[in-house]
């Protein structure tokens, strides 16, 4: 066996296995709650994240309604107050992050209800403010730097975001949503043509009210097919001629359980049905429903699983971290090309629901501690016994062309199984022969991916946010 610091590594030049067609595995987090600070992005740089997401409310940023289209579209306009966006903005590129910038919550005086429950939204002006950002942040503006990513909208699948989901009994939202989606789309792109939009965003379950009687939103599907005039059919064909504006489609693919697990309901997705959700854009793709200057991709906007502690009704850290890295594999096999996590750190317990960070929360930003699943996210590797062989698959965290070495544990010490070179994405997968029992793990230079046992643990219901039901 070669010592880390001892022989050089070389690729072995045979595989039992055909090298996989090269696709990126992009990886992002949240900035999670307040108190934000240029410390958390980097450490969202530090879990090997190359883009972070926040939310752009336009309610927060439109303190005075424009009385113009003109107004509304300049980034300059006296009723704008961009101060907090531009801080995050600095420090995520100073950490050497793409923002991803979510359009989110229009003002009073944009649409009719209450502000989160958006109905009735004015596209037009939408589209203005949506100029004005994307103006702001063209990298041409005032010294400020370059956002290139806009998504619209956070899950308006669900009334609580986009209202009202249905009209008549027949969906209504999604043609909402098209129209907002092919507005932001032109304003967006008449900045800068390169930037991209991303659609979707999608929530993973069907909502109803709590005493189950109406529905408050609908399955992503049944959503994804009305916006891209598609069928309600396992096989979708198109339906009418109108087509959606857009570069990437996103989804939230929440998981009640492991990583393979299927939603309960058919047109919802989690982890286990992206195939199917894959399928529906492939059929928007084949039948021109997406108007697009390139092959729309396929993202995971949020997902993730609350651990515990803190939350009791949580995962156990060990087995959190073992689904992260899994997850990552499973979201690559469906071809999704940027995968999102919820939350670098944990939200203060038990005042707020979430504690599905990479990090556990400390007294301070600067006291939080790492979770298993920040190393399993950042160095992603799983191991599954096939045959009388091992599959093995992982991402570097350089995201970078690499030297790996696969080894397995025998007794106290960590034996040589193979040496093989990952991608231009840091992507790396073989088949090996299998030897005994003993976990594996991956090495690149100096740095070990958590071990992964080929005994994997059994499937079961567990809320994906603990204790915390909405």
């Not at 531009?86 to 649409?111: I, K, M, N, Y």
């Not at 308006?156 to 098209?178: C, D, H, M, S």
């Not at 997705?269 to 021109?288: F, K, T």
């Not at 030297?403 to 193979?418: C, D, M, N």
Request: charged share 20%.
């Amino acid at each position: 066996m070669a010592a880390a610091g001892g022989m050089a590594l070389r690729a072995d030049a045979q595989s039992s296995a055909a090298a996989p067609v090269p696709r990126p595995l992009v990886t992002a987090v949240f900035p999670s709650t307040p108190p934000e600070s240029a410390l958390i992005f980097r450490r969202i740089r530090g879990a090997g994240a190359t883009v972070t997401r926040f939310a752009l409310y336009w309610s927060h940023v439109a303190r005075k309604r424009p009385e113009t289209a003109q107004e509304a579209r300049d980034p300059a306009f006296a009723g704008y107050d961009w101060r907090q966006y531009d801080q995050r903005v600095r420090w995520a590129v100073a950490s050497g992050l793409r923002p991803l910038l979510t359009f989110q919550e229009a003002p009073s005086w944009a649409h009719k209800g209450p502000d989160y429950a958006v109905t009735d939204v004015d596209g037009a002006a939408f589209a203005n403010f949506a100029r004005a950002a994307a103006t702001r942040y063209s990298g041409r503006y005032a010294g400020l730097p370059r956002v290139r990513y806009w998504m619209v909208w956070n899950e308006p699948n669900l009334g609580t975001y986009l209202n009202p989901q249905f009209r008549e009994g027949k969906p209504y939202a999604p043609l909402v949503y098209r129209d907002l989606v092919n507005r932001v789309a032109d304003a967006v792109h008449g900045v800068r043509s390169d930037n991209l939009v991303v659609a979707g965003g999608t929530a993973p379950f069907t909502a109803w009210t709590k005493d189950s009687k109406e529905r408050w939103g609908m399955g992503p599907l049944t959503f994804m097919r009305a916006m891209l005039c598609l069928s309600q059919t396992r096989k979708p064909k198109p339906v009418c001629s109108a087509r959606a504006k857009f570069d990437v489609w996103a989804h939230h693919p929440y998981t009640s359980g492991g990583p393979t697990h299927h939603a309960f309901r058919p047109d919802d997705v989690s982890l286990g049905d992206l195939p199917e959700m894959r399928a529906v854009l492939d059929a928007a793709i084949q039948y021109r429903r997406i108007a697009s200057r390139a092959t729309p991709q396929f993202w995971v906007t949020e997902f993730s699983w609350d651990t515990k502690p803190p939350d009791p009704g949580g995962l156990s850290l060990t087995l959190h971290g073992r689904w992260a890295a899994e997850a990552l594999y499973q979201m690559w096999k469906s071809r999704v090309s940027l995968v999102t996590w919820w939350g670098i750190r944990d939200q203060s317990y038990p005042a707020f629901p979430f504690q599905s960070g990479l990090y556990l929360r400390g007294s301070t930003i600067e006291r939080d501690r790492p979770k298993p699943a920040f190393r399993a996210f950042r160095f992603p590797f799983v191991a599954y016994p096939r045959g009388g062989g091992v599959l093995v698959w992982g991402r570097v965290p350089s995201s970078r062309t690499a030297l790996v070495r696969i080894e397995q544990k025998v007794g106290a010490e960590w034996r040589s199984l193979a040496v093989r070179r990952a991608d231009r994405y840091g992507i790396f997968a073989a088949t090996l022969p299998r030897r005994g029992r003993g976990v594996l793990r991956a090495r690149a230079g100096a740095e070990t991916s958590l071990s992964f046992s080929l005994t994997s643990p059994s499937d079961r219901f567990l809320y994906p946010f603990g204790d915390w039901h909405p």
